[in-house]
Nanobody, 124 residues
């Protein structure tokens, strides 16, 4: 199995930046891609970005494109999400996920492995 542990999130003011990390352990050779999802209060979990082994391809949800950047450290088995120009509507619980075959931002149901999530709060 694969274990995923997100770094502590945080609170920032609108326009600020925050970088999340997710450390993978266990049978890390099992997954082919990693992704970040988020869940806003009272909403469904939604895909934010994904990245495949080797660093590409990547894909971003339209609401974060140009502001967020996902990256991978294959040596340390970690995935990062750098978030810039944060908005209050980015306030959510952010989850790291990994899949053995493919990543799909349109649904959270297909991902094989999940972290427990980390809270990000953006104040206006």
């Amino acid at each position: 199995q694969v274990q995923l542990v997100e770094s502590r999130g945080g609170s920032v003011q609108a326009g600020g930046s925050l970088k999340l990390s997710c450390a993978a352990s266990g049978r890390t050779y099992l997954y082919k891609c990693m992704a970040w999802f988020r869940q806003l209060p009272g909403k469904e979990r939604e895909g934010v970005a994904y990245i495949y082994d080797g660093g590409r391809p990547t894909l971003y949800a339209p609401f974060v494109k140009g502001r967020f950047a996902i990256s991978l450290d294959s040596v340390d088995n970690a995935v990062y999400l750098e978030m810039n120009s944060l908005k209050p509507e980015d306030t959510a619980m952010y989850y790291c996920a990994a899949d053995r075959s493919r990543c799909d931002l349109s649904t959270s149901y297909g991902m094989d492995y999940w972290g427990k999530g980390t809270q990000v709060i953006v104040s206006s």
